[in-house]
């Protein structure tokens, strides 16, 4: 598969690994986040923790839009999809996200009408097939996903369609990062940067974490070699002393990111003053809502959504885990009351949660003796 | 503490109980739902049937493809299975063709030549005759290739809305290969895993073919009856093949996976050996999943002895149709009930169970 296959290459991957070994200095203590969960989804994918020397410590970042969003946002969805005329439309990684009262896979089979969707312009097509039926859109996801809500908005504006609207849930990941580095107890060498985030916002958003907070990010793609090159550029940095915001997927990222894109946020969306995350509580000026414009096709406006904070189950660590405190397994519902077929917290839901990598490809020592040939 | 692995073999030790309040789309998907229903729920309560624990024998692989029946010192195949698939008709394929050549594999990977089917078709009110004469015609043709015959059935009608077109039943006899001996626990540490050709071309152009992803592809189903490759295998490794199953819903993880939990052993695949299309591979990394989840009609996985591998994978390449069998991995003491999955530059993950219904990555 073309720009896939380069990228997985048994000879160059070797080398990467050996490069890394080499410039971890014996004696020091990496720890270094990758923000986003599609790394963490990658790394356990690929078995990429086994190539890293002992004292190189990778951070699983907040960067899973499911596992951040607080499950009284999932419930308020839900309560949606219970009103006669709504059509409930999400993507595939909300419907395991526990609420309450059940997924919304689980309210499906009690009656819902719940779809799955592959593009917000799908639920929009259904709005348009379904005029006697209002469409719910539950929008989830970083810089990543906005832009197509956003573009999804201004055409449902634009054919004049009226019986559709937006649950609004995305975030912007830049003062989640800085959450992380202001709270207490962080001790981060650096960061692997968001690859997808990065496509849409480019690469200046990250200069205050080299200028203000003094440490490396290097922004990358998904591969194993794209991983594991990011974490020789970062070493390469610490080793030199500097930090700096350097883009080791440039392939994908430009520097500036995707300007049509920001133009189509900026235009539908605003900042929400604050937003509570799942494990950082609430940060302010972090997730988007709809702007006046557009006050027609907010679901929040059009309806009364309960709005009430529920906290997780008592016993999951989810919390921890996101920022790192823990490791998936240190919970104690890990792999007993939680795994991913029965998930009590969304990290175990999504394929980018941290504890559902964990599960899904973590391996024992004794397992890691591989096919040598 | 223990591991992750330790604790999901403890669990698959122990009893199942089923405690889900209502039957979701994830029980009928073939993973760990599935599982859950069938041995937690229908099994146990069958097994209770008769009284005298006749039964029990038969049911104690609740997960194999089929039952076995001795009649008179003749040991017979029996299996049924259900076919539910929209659209009725794709690439590849059709629900007519899936339900003759699904029942025929289940029986050829019970190492059973397939003899004869039931066919009870559930009709939806208002179906055009038309694409019922198109799917009866596909059936025949199927089975002629297959070399089963379809020697009775039922036809029922539901109202308009309550089937998506049609369902197919169909149940099917075989007789069992008398020298064959397959099962997970005939499985050693060092045989050889086999599969018989790539695979996910079934769900993904089942998954495209829905038209919900803007996605094309040069794609078609590999729905075919497997037995002339079952038969081939046999013939040329017959005391050395151990265990035999077709990875239809849930996938080759899936269907490994019930091999490692049955046999107590670990398997460790090649991940570089596993043979997948570039447009499987490609709709996977799209949408996120894992072609060792997509289901396959027209493929199946064998354990065979490491000393008769090489001839067996010889054997079942010089059928038609079996050029593109090859050897993914091997059987192992340790990890226990686990598959794994092993890339050469040192890289080893975890291979699961599918867990519901594949759902595509997106945010």
């Given at each position: 598969m073309k720009y896939v296959d380069e990228f997985r290459d048994p000879k160059l991957i070797r080398q990467a690994a050996e490069e890394i070994r080499r410039l971890a200095r014996p004696g020091r203590h990496y720890r270094i986040m990758e923000v986003c969960g599609g790394h963490t989804h990658a790394i356990y994918r690929f078995g990429l923790e086994g190539l890293l020397p002992d004292n190189l410590e990778l951070i699983h970042g907040p960067g899973c839009p499911v596992c951040v969003l607080p499950m009284g946002r999932t419930d308020d969805g839900l309560a949606l999809a219970e009103l006669p005329e709504v059509i409930f439309t999400a993507f595939g990684d909300v419907m395991r996200v526990p609420g309450t009262k059940g997924s919304p896979l689980e309210h499906k089979a009690r009656g819902a009408a719940i779809r799955m969707v592959y593009s917000p312009l799908d639920a929009l097509k259904l709005a348009e097939a379904h005029p006697d039926r209002h469409v719910v859109f539950f929008a989830i996801g970083f810089e990543t996903t906005a832009p197509s809500t956003a573009l999804t908005l201004l055409r449902a504006r634009e054919l004049g369609i009226r019986n559709f609207s937006v649950f609004c849930n995305h975030v912007t990941i830049i003062p989640a990062i800085r959450a992380i580095l202001d709270s207490p107890g962080m001790r981060l060498d650096a960061f692997v940067g968001p690859g997808h985030v990065s496509t849409v916002i480019g690469c200046r958003p990250y200069e205050f974490i080299a200028q203000d907070y003094g440490k490396p990010i290097v922004v990358s793609g998904f591969e194993p070699l794209d991983i594991l090159q990011s974490l020789v550029m970062i070493l390469r940095q610490l080793a030199a002393g500097r930090a700096e915001v350097e883009n080791q997927y440039a392939r994908v990222v430009p520097w500036e990111g995707n300007l049509p894109a920001l133009r189509a946020l900026e235009e539908v969306f605003e900042l929400r003053p604050y937003f509570e995350w799942r494990g950082l509580g609430f940060i302010s000026q972090s997730a988007l809502k709809l702007r006046d414009a557009f006050a027609e096709w907010d679901s929040e406006r059009r309806y009364t959504v309960p709005g009430i904070r529920v906290t997780d189950p008592?016993?999951?660590q989810c919390g921890e885990v996101l920022k790192g405190v823990l490791k998936p397994p240190q919970c104690k519902l890990f792999g007993r009351e939680c795994t991913p077929e029965r998930p009590v917290g969304a990290l175990m839901v999504s394929s980018e949660g941290a504890c559902a990598a964990y599960y899904h490809y973590v391996h024992r020592a004794a397992a890691a003796a591989s096919l040598e040939r | 503490m223990r591991t992750v692995v330790e604790q999901a073999a403890a669990t698959a030790g122990g009893r199942v109980r089923f405690r889900d309040a209502r039957i979701e789309m994830a029980h009928g998907a073939g993973g760990k739902a599935s599982r859950r229903l069938i041995e937690g729920l229908i099994v146990p309560l069958l097994r209770g049937q008769g009284g005298d624990g006749s039964q029990a024998g038969k049911l104690a692989?609740?997960?194999?493809?089929a039952a076995y029946l001795d009649v008179d010192g003749t040991r017979l195949a029996m299996t049924a299975d259900s076919f539910v698939v929209r659209p009725l008709r794709f690439p590849g394929g059709s629900i007519g063709e899936l339900a003759v050549n699904g029942t025929v594999n289940d029986l050829a990977v019970s190492a059973a030549r397939p003899l004869a089917l039931l066919l009870t078709l559930v009709i939806e009110e208002g179906l055009a005759t038309e694409t019922l004469e198109a799917e009866v015609r596909a059936i025949a043709e199927a089975a002629r290739r297959a070399g089963v015959e379809v020697v009775g059935g039922d036809t029922k009608v539901v109202e308009h809305g309550k089937a998506d077109g049609m369902y197919i039943t169909t149940a099917g006899v075989g007789r069992v290969d008398p020298r064959a001996r397959c099962a997970a626990s005939e499985v050693r540490a060092g045989d050889q895993v086999l599969v018989s050709g790539p695979i996910g071309d079934h769900g993904i152009t089942i998954l495209l073919a829905r038209g919900e992803i803007e996605l094309e592809a040069e794609l078609r189903s590999d729905t075919r009856s497997v037995y002339p490759l079952v038969a081939g295998l046999l013939a040329a490794a017959r005391d050395g093949v151990r265990w035999m199953r077709d990875p239809t819903r849930g996938g080759v993880a899936t269907a490994l996976n019930e091999l490692a939990r049955d046999s107590r052993l670990g398997i460790v695949l090649r991940e570089e050996q596993i043979p997948v299309r570039e447009p499987v591979r490609g709709a996977c990394e799209l949408l996120g999943l894992d072609p060792l989840h997509i289901a396959n009609e027209g493929q199946f996985l064998a354990v065979v002895a490491p000393a008769q591998a090489a001839a067996a994978l010889a054997a079942v390449r010089s059928v038609p149709g079996g050029e593109a069998a090859v050897i993914i991995g091997e059987v192992r003491a340790e990890p226990a009930r686990t598959v794994l999955a092993a890339a050469s530059y040192g890289g080893t993950r975890v291979v699961d169970m599918l867990v519901g219904d594949p759902l595509p990555r997106i945010c």
């Open positions: 008592k016993a999951a | 692989e609740p997960l194999a493809d």
